[in-house]
């Protein structure tokens, strides 16, 4: 994404008070390192090491250990079972009995028998528990309803029952990502600011060449003892997914956690560069450890050198039901600013929201519930868990969601229907069915094109994907030209403009067609009315599709589906 400067920090003539690092990429950009969180190499003492200094040899482990497996083969047999056949536990233990029978009836001569390699399901698993090398171990803990219960028989469940929340250490996770051999060439160790040829013009493309994590390294920096530091932004990721099974339905919140210095192109491709962080809910974090979350703790990254890693919350994604219920404002307003949801898109009184706000809201109306929620969109009993972080801030840190903002939702749930809904409109239910059936046989009959994805059976199916949405994107207007007036078309592609480079203007002034046409009375749609913050969020965080909640939804199978379905 490249932009124009926004402020003079995009400037490379800015004075410092530190000579700026910078480095030539390809295809004519130039990098600007910060001055002071630079991730530059330690020892383990945390003394820096030469520049020219060498990456030091790896530990090397025997070839034949595989502990805790006897052996290769007991080893390969637990990764068949339980990664790729994932078997279930009552096969496994039925497998392990008919391969105890099968040695005791082959042995004729009566020697003693050496038995199956697992005793059971429960011995494979105690196995796979204790291999050491592969993912941070899984804790638990339990919560309960602590306060007063009615004396009536109207309680609700939740209010007696015991819940048990399941977490892994999150630093164990990002030190798991940092040290992961794949990304050693993948990953930011500094802050950078990216340049096109032109001087004046910044270029945001990864993570950490957004102006939120050089604001955050210019904070971390006032400490000298954080100078050559490596600061990884922690980045969540929540999303409630339904398993659904003969015995019902089972609901989940996976937590996910990735960190920000792993470059967009490796989050797309789903390398295990996010990982399950938790489910339900994690624990609030005291403040008795706030004056330790800005310390350097050395650790070991994937090219072998050890850095001075400082730790921040970093953005969140997810979609606009989670992002709400995040930032603790009500169902139909926006969770970054306070426009009212009958006017969010011109709201002359709108600002950005903020713990700072929301607190002087609630402090001036202490005694009155009602007009936080109806004059401001703020849910009043309970606070956002950033509100007991150091340095964090849940409306600012609330990413920008391509998949549900953007694809499935100004896309395919407004746009697209909005044609179907004017067609009824102008020409009736009979007459708009047959004009929708002729932009199906047009999506049929397209020619194969690299890129390109043909509807064979046309796009009348009711389970849309986000991939079948963004494929639909590329096609659609040729589709219904012709069908709908000239400025619906043109609303349509400044909307497509604005997903591939940037047309915002020009798609708010041409789709107010859809007004005009008596299918929309207003445009106060939360999941629209979020496109206004993107020229803002990617000049913070950089280009959106590193952030997406596609990458999360994509771990749902793999975390949380398949598990169930084996264990079931």
């Known amino acids: 994404m490249d932009t124009s400067k926004s402020s003079s920090e995009c400037t490379p003539g800015t004075v410092s008070p530190h000579c700026y690092q910078w480095s030539v990429n390809r295809r004519g950009t130039r990098s600007r390192i910060h001055p002071f969180l630079d991730g530059q190499p330690c020892d383990d003492a945390g003394y820096d090491l030469p520049n020219d200094c060498s990456t030091p040899p ?47 009836s082959t042995n004729s001569e009566g020697d003693p028998v050496e038995g199956p390699p697992f005793a059971s399901t429960q011995d494979l698993y105690d196995k796979i528990d204790s291999t050491e090398n592969g993912d941070v171990s899984w804790q638990a803990f339990s919560v309960q309803y602590d306060g007063d219960i009615p004396n009536n028989s109207a309680v609700p469940r939740w209010k007696t029952e015991s819940y048990n929340t399941w977490f892994r250490n999150p630093l164990k996770i990002a030190e798991a990502q940092l040290g992961n051999i794949d990304f050693a060439h993948e990953i930011d160790f500094g802050l950078k600011r990216v340049f096109s040829s032109r001087a004046d013009r910044c270029q945001y493309s990864d993570f950490m060449s957004g102006n939120w994590a050089w ?98 919350l970093g953005p969140y994604i997810a979609d606009y039901p989670e992002q709400v219920l995040l930032a603790c404002v009500v169902s139909g307003w926006c969770p970054k600013c306070t426009a009212r949801p009958t006017n969010l898109d011109d709201d002359p009184t709108a600002i950005l929201r903020s713990h700072e706000h929301t607190n002087m809201v609630l402090k001036t109306f202490e005694d009155e519930l009602s007009t936080p929620w109806q004059g401001y969109g703020i849910i009043s009993d309970v606070r956002a868990f950033t509100s007991f972080f150091l340095r964090a801030n849940i409306h600012h840190l609330l990413s920008p969601d391509l998949l549900h903002q953007v694809i499935k939702g100004t896309f395919k749930d407004h746009l697209v229907d909005w044609v179907g809904e004017y067609l009824e409109t102008v020409h009736g239910k009979t007459r708009a069915k047959e004009i929708l059936a002729d932009i199906d046989l047009r999506h049929v009959v397209f020619p194969l094109f690299p890129g390109l ?28 030209a012709g069908h709908v007036p000239a400025r619906m078309v043109r609303a349509i592609s400044a909307f497509l403009e604005f997903c591939y480079l940037t047309a915002i203007a020009r798609f708010q002034q041409e789709h107010t067609i859809f007004i005009e046409t008596e299918v929309r009375i207003d445009f106060s749609l939360p999941r629209q009315h979020s496109l206004f913050h993107y020229h803002s969020l990617i000049q913070q965080f950089g280009a959106p599709n590193g952030l997406c909640s596609s990458i999360t939804e994509s771990r749902h199978i793999t975390a949380v589906k398949q598990p169930w379905h084996c264990s079931n």
């Open 215 to 312: 604001q955050q390294a210019d904070v971390i920096a006032v400490d000298p003892e954080t100078h050559r530091s490596m600061f990884v932004p922690l980045i969540l990721g929540s999303d409630k997914t339904t398993i659904s099974v003969a015995t019902g339905h089972n609901e989940y919140y996976p937590l996910y956690l990735s960190i920000g210095n792993v470059q967009n192109h490796v989050q797309r491709a789903h390398q295990n560069a996010v990982s399950l962080l938790g489910f339900l809910a994690i624990p609030k974090a005291d403040k008795e450890y706030d004056d330790t979350l800005d310390k350097p703790c050395i650790t070991r990254c994937g090219d072998g050198h050890l850095q001075r890693v400082i730790y921040g």
């Open 453 to 480: 994805c043909r509807f064979p059976e046309g796009c009348s199916f009711k389970q849309w994907t986000g991939d079948d949405s963004k494929a639909l994107m590329k096609v659609y207007l040729p589709a219904i």
């Open 58 to 104: 790896r530990e090397q482990c025997a070839t034949d250990d595989y502990f805790p497996y006897s052996s290769r083969p007991e080893f390969e047999l637990a990764d068949f079972l339980f990664c790729k056949e994932q078997m279930g536990c009552k096969k496994i233990s039925e497998l392990m009995d008919i391969w105890a029978a099968f040695q005791q």
